[in-house]
């Protein structure tokens, strides 16, 4: 049977550290500390940007009118016109205005700026604006009033040779004197009175004339010919076409010293003076037949044609060639229409007498 439990020993020495136990759960948060006091302010920091513009404001009410001021205007600047204080003037152009300082302002004149002490400038005009934009065309406006007649163009050309402007000659037809006709494509002047008597038959001189006739082949203006004339100081009127001693030479304008255009045509001639006598011009017309019937002479110069031609004294009888000065020529540029009468005329020096003298013609219209 066991023995009695003996008593305790004595303690041993403590045996070696064991392990560190794993960490034993958080424990409950504590309670707040007290505040602690407040720390130094820090440095300021850079400014922000600048934040966006507010909507603007509900406008005010308008302010009370103010009182009226005493300026008032007085119109253009007078120096015999007297002003009061504050009165207000323009210069005469109405580009400036002015206002005066003083009353019983008198006679003094306005200053080109500022104040003079008398005047002040108040108000001056102004830069010129830019252009306003063009308006709109207008609506058209009424038709004017036709304009004055223009002046007369220049002649035409020549149209060819004819005779449909001049009635043919009928047989049928009692002719007087001075009428005109074409007859196979030439044109004759009635010399007299006459019936059936054809222009170029065998009776028709004395009766139809005035003209070379044609000869039927149609006319193309007067060829260039040269014809000799006699004159006097009577007998200064002439056929140009015609020639021979006197023939063609009369004392006035009649159908025996006219010749006839048988077709538009411009005329040109040369006239050599083979006389020793004074001075002499020579003219062509055209010739305006009389207006009594029948009547061949009475006739008057209707208007030039052409130049003048001027020539002075010829040389000695005989001298070839002419001298100097004793001829001229003339070339127009003026057409003479189918059946007009053309005559020339000369004008003496004052010293012709009685006695024929003698002058060369070339003469043409073509």
Known sequence: ???????????????????????????????AGATGAAGATGATGAAGPVGPTGAAGVTGPAG??????????????????????????????????YV????????HPLPSSGSNGFWAMLASQGAQGAQGVMGSAGATGPTGPPGATGPIGPTGAAGPGGTSNVPAWDASTSYAAGNLVSHNGSLFLAEQASTNVPPAGSSAAGVWGGLNPGTGAGPVGIPYAVTTHEFSNTYLYFNPAVGGGNSGS??????????????????????????????????LYTAIPSST????????????????????????????????GSSCTVTTDTQVPAGTPITLQITNGGSLTSTFYTFFMAFSCQ
């Open 1 to 31: 049977m066991p023995g009695a439990q003996g008593p305790p020993g004595a303690m041993g020495p403590a045996g070696a550290a064991g392990p560190t136990g794993a960490a034993g759960a958080a424990g409950p948060t504590g309670a």
């Open 64 to 97: 009370a009118t103010g009182a009226t001021g005493a300026i008032a205007y007085q119109s253009v600047y007078s120096s015999s016109t007297t002003y009061g204080l504050n009165a207000v003037v323009s210069d005469a152009y109405f580009l400036n205005s």
């Open 100 to 107: 005066s300082l003083v009353a019983n302002n008198t006679g």
């Open 250 to 283: 009369y004392t006035s304008i009649s159908a025996f010293s006219t010749t006839i255009a048988p077709s538009t045509c411009t005329p040109s001639y040369t006239i050599y003076n083979a006389s020793p006598v004074t001075a002499l011009t020579f003219q």
């Open 293 to 324: 019937a029948g009547n061949l002479s009475g006739w008057s110069l209707g208007s030039t044609v052409g130049g003048v031609c001027s020539i002075s004294a010829a040389g000695a009888t005989g001298t070839v060639p002419l001298p100097n």
